[in-house]
């Protein structure tokens, strides 16, 4: 069971669902700011346009990545639950799911 500060989300008072991970997506981040770190050095000393563009889209796919993960816990959780719910909040929670995955299939 998720140990966490609840958060206030419209009238619903509920953890996110990426609590139990939240470890796993820190740790994931903190690759990410070490690769960002890393892309910003290789501009700086001038390396291989090539070798950055690699850099960058190991970057773009790591990030996509951890978008995927959340996206997937808003869905088993967030969504879910709403659903259960129904009404205004189920249709509320299903249009921002769709626009977050408008978002990430346009990025």
């Known amino acids: 069971m998720a140990a966490s500060t609840p958060t206030h989300d419209g009238d619903h008072t509920a953890p996110h669902g990426y609590i139990d991970d939240k470890k796993k997506y820190l740790a994931r981040l903190k690759r990410i700011e070490g690769q960002a770190r890393g892309l910003h050095r290789m501009v700086d000393e001038?390396?291989?346009c090539i070798d950055i563009l690699t850099q960058i889209s190991a970057l773009t796919k790591a990030l996509e990545g951890?978008?995927?993960g959340l996206l997937d816990d808003h869905l088993k959780h967030c969504v879910v639950d709403a659903a259960k719910t129904g009404g205004p909040e189920a249709e509320a929670k299903l249009k921002e799911?769709?626009?977050a995955i408008?978002?990430?299939v346009r990025s």
């Open 46 to 48: 001038e390396q291989y």
């Open 66 to 68: 951890v978008a995927i």
């Open 97 to 99: 799911a769709s626009d």
């Open 102 to 104: 408008a978002r990430l």
